[in-house]
């Protein structure tokens, strides 16, 4: 089971409700619950946007990573090869444009992969991981895991295009067509632009490659309606021992939607008419604020 989303867009509360019933995510997870080996090997955009065309050093890593989540198999000498190249890669670049993750930081990285991980207590429910970046890979993970199940988190834009998590933003937006934005009055747009592009994109290829195996949980609707929301979520992880208390107990972690502030956050700001059109066409409405109508 994977979850992936554009930055801010609530996968680590999706990611704790798996680790409530019993997944198994990596021991090696950041405050989010991030995976943080999947960080390591692949949330490298300038590597990416080289090995793109050529998916077979891609799986060669996917290959390496399954091997460490599982803790079986040898690692190749090709797999150590790709190892060492994405720990020297984040030591020199860092993971974003910000340089996170540079210096010693894939060393300790390194380390906790290499290491035996932690004897459960007891059996998962099941296991895989979360990282939001995962969202661009979805072909090579689709190839690699026949079997390959998918959460994608969507957050309405707005909340995104006035979040300060906008990593995502600088690392991929170059894969489709978007600019880093030159100026701080650019960034809610340009903001918005790849949130609207990388679901699009995501949805497409999640709902032709996987179909019933690609599941969408909409964080806005979440919140609202959390006990309905999450049986739908645990019929799609066909968890077993699902009912009502259990309902109840994780929908006690999901804070209530706050009043939206939206609009104020963003005016002053252009944000061109066919990007709201497009917040509406995929279902998130549109406060009625004629400052930006």
Wanted: aromatic letters at 10%; a positive charge.
């Amino acid at each position: 089971m994977v979850i992936g989303g554009v930055g801010g867009s609530g996968t680590r509360v999706v990611a704790k409700i798996l680790t409530d019933i019993g997944y198994y995510m990596g021991s090696d997870l950041n405050d989010a619950l991030d995976n943080l080996w999947f960080t390591l090997l692949f949330k490298r955009p300038a590597w990416f946007c080289r090995q793109k065309h050529l998916q077979a050093q891609v799986i060669k890593g996917l290959t390496l990573f399954e091997k460490r989540m599982k803790n079986k198999g040898r690692i190749t000498s090709g797999e150590w090869l790709f190892l060492i190249a994405a720990a020297l890669d984040l030591m020199l670049h860092g993971h974003d444009h910000l340089r996170s993750g540079s210096g010693i930081w894939p060393l300790i990285r390194l380390k906790n992969l290499l290491a035996a991980p932690r004897k459960p207590n007891q059996p998962y429910s099941g296991w895989g991981w979360k990282e939001p970046n995962a969202h661009i890979y979805l072909d090579c993970l689709n190839r690699h895991f026949p079997e390959l199940r998918f959460i994608l988190v969507i957050r309405h834009g707005l909340d995104i295009a006035t979040g300060n998590n906008q990593a995502q933003l600088y690392n991929w937006g170059p894969l489709f067509g978007i600019a880093p934005p030159k100026t701080h009055r650019n960034l809610p747009a340009a903001s918005l632009e790849y949130w609207i592009k990388a679901n699009q994109t995501a949805l497409s290829k999640g709902r032709q490659c996987l179909k019933d195996r690609f599941y969408v949980v909409r964080f806005d609707d979440l919140q609202k309606n959390p006990r309905a929301e999450l049986d739908q979520l645990l019929v799609f992880l066909n968890y077993r021992g699902h009912d009502a208390s259990l309902i109840g107990r994780l929908s006690k972690d999901i804070a209530p939607p706050q009043n939206p502030r939206r609009w104020q956050a963003l005016n002053g700001f252009d944000l061109p008419d066919a990007f709201l059109e497009d917040v509406r066409k995929m279902g998130f409405p549109i406060e009625t604020d004629q400052s930006l109508v």
